[in-house]
């Protein structure tokens, strides 16, 4: 009787792991997706802002034009 109840924890505890594991590969699939859809959007806006050119700082707008006289 004792060695029917130990090999029914037993098979739990291999379920309960395996689903551990599923839900750890998932989190880290989601989360590798989340981090390169932030790092590709950050790359858009390149276009704009501060730059050094020729040893001075420009600024380009949102349209990737450099700014003058504004």
Same mark, same amino acid.
């Given at each position: #009787? =004792? @060695?029917?109840? %130990?090999k029914s924890i037993l098979k739990k505890k291999k379920e309960s792991a395996l689903? #551990?594991?599923k839900q750890t590969k998932l989190v &880290? $699939? @989601?989360?590798t997706a989340a981090l390169l859809a932030i790092? &590709?959007? #950050?790359t858009s806006f &390149? &276009? =704009?802002g501060w730059a050094a050119e020729d040893? *001075?700082? $420009?600024?380009?707008n949102r349209d990737? +034009? #450099?700014? *003058? +006289? %504004?």
């Open positions: #009787m =004792q @060695l029917g109840i %130990s689903i #551990m594991r &880290a $699939v @989601l989360s790092g &590709a959007s #950050m &390149a &276009a =704009q040893g *001075t700082w $420009v600024y380009y990737g +034009e #450099m700014a *003058t +006289e %504004s």
